[in-house]
């Protein structure tokens, strides 16, 4: 995607935000210089054409300026764990009627060997190996925009286990290395243990090895989850009775088609396309992920898999895992489709302003510039989307039967949907 510049009286507005926003978010940084550098680099972020380089937002000619951000995001040790949660912190007050935290994987492709976590690696986004970082980002997303607010890089073996190319890297020592799922759980717990964030559910995909683990982990933290994962996931079912033996296991898949006779019509409008479309959905109660390894009982309560159907599929195409088991299916069938929105925003605003960019080989480097790139595509949305009236919003209708769609009504104004949300937690702690 060409990477263009924002027209000037948008630019200006991104600018006039920027200021305010540094004065929000970077108030960790102790030196005003930290601050002003911070200023210019999220400016050549939003205004420079092409690859957001460290040189290409100096500019041609000007050394000193790039020897200087050079400093400030590959060797200054300012903490960006304080500006991520100041934003995060601020887009919950801000952000129009947020919904959930959905995780979206980054795979960041790279020619050389230098770039901290690279490595040669099997990529299920790109479906083959490639030598690559592999990175996630955790977004803060509503029907309407979504931003990002953390990320992770992974690191592969060598990485964390070399001694000599971990201090080449400035790896702390604290650092691990996990899978790409693994990583991004770990910050979401990380988030809800220390961020002081509205209770929101967790959006993710994973794959079936990685299933059991994580939904061990957000259950640890009471954190509500809604989690795509592959029909030919085991299931467990059923419970043990004289007159019921069990339970019983099962792909996803065949135990969501063994109900589609109680499918129900959804009819939501898909994000960004403002195009009608059509969902048939059902649901189980499964007691978890079957691990052979692990045969006892599970350590947390059922769990729902909910299945869906396009218009047009003869069997189910999408499954989902949650322990949201309060809301109707249309809710969150919603909430699972907000990494549509993601995905949208990822490419129209978190691209542009250079989140794949950064060039340098520290693993500082690279959590400053994804930080700093993180309040360039806050500031970049916030300044230049405002809502319309008469703007069509992401809906869905249950009509509660398999037959005929109707179309969807016009929603009444509502409260911020929160599902799962238990009344006695006002925070995540």
Known sequence: MARGVLPEESSKEVSELIDVLISLFFES???????????????????????????????????????????????????????????????????????????RPMVIEKAGDRSVGVGRQFVPQLGRTANCQQASGIWLASSEA???????????????????????????????????????????????????????????????????????????QDIPFVLKVDGTLPVAFGAAGRQRPGPYVAPARELIDSLRSQRRVVEWTRHGRGEGAVTLLTSATVL???????????????????????????????????????????????????????????????????????????FRGWHHHATLASVAHAATLLATRRPHEGQARPAAHDDGRYGTPRPAPVPPPRRPLNPGRASRHEYIR
């Open 288 to 362: 978890g992920a079957h691990h052979e390894d692990r045969p006892g009982p599970p350590a947390h309560p059922p769990l729902l898999l909910m299945g869906a159907w396009t218009e047009t599929a003869l069997l189910p195409t999408e499954f989902w895992l949650t322990n949201i088991g309060d809301r109707p299916l249309a809710q969150l069938f919603l909430l699972a489709k907000l990494t549509d929105r993601v995905q949208l925003d990822f490419g129209d605003i978190c691209e542009q302003v250079g989140i794949r960019d950064f060039e340098g080989r520290s």
């Open 29 to 103: 940084l102790p030196r005003r210089d930290q601050r002003n550098w911070a200023r210019v680099y999220l400016n050549g972020l939003v205004s420079t054409a092409g690859k957001k380089t460290i040189r290409n937002i100096a500019g041609a000619g000007a050394s000193s300026v790039e020897q200087s951000l050079q400093q400030f995001i590959s060797k200054s040790p300012w903490d960006w764990a304080p500006v991520r949660r100041s934003l995060a912190q601020y887009l919950e007050r801000t952000a129009q009627r947020p919904l959930a935290w959905v995780v």
């Open 146 to 220: 979504s931003f990002p607010v953390e990320w992770t890089l992974t690191l592969p073996g060598p990485w964390t286990s070399e001694l000599l190319r971990r201090r080449r890297a400035g790896i702390p020592d604290t650092a691990r290395s996990l899978t790409p799922s693994q990583d991004a759980v770990h910050a979401v717990q990380r988030m809800a243990a220390t961020w002081q964030l509205q209770r929101r559910p967790v959006v993710m995909d994973l794959s079936n090895t990685e299933v059991p683990r994580s939904v061990e982990a957000l259950y640890a």
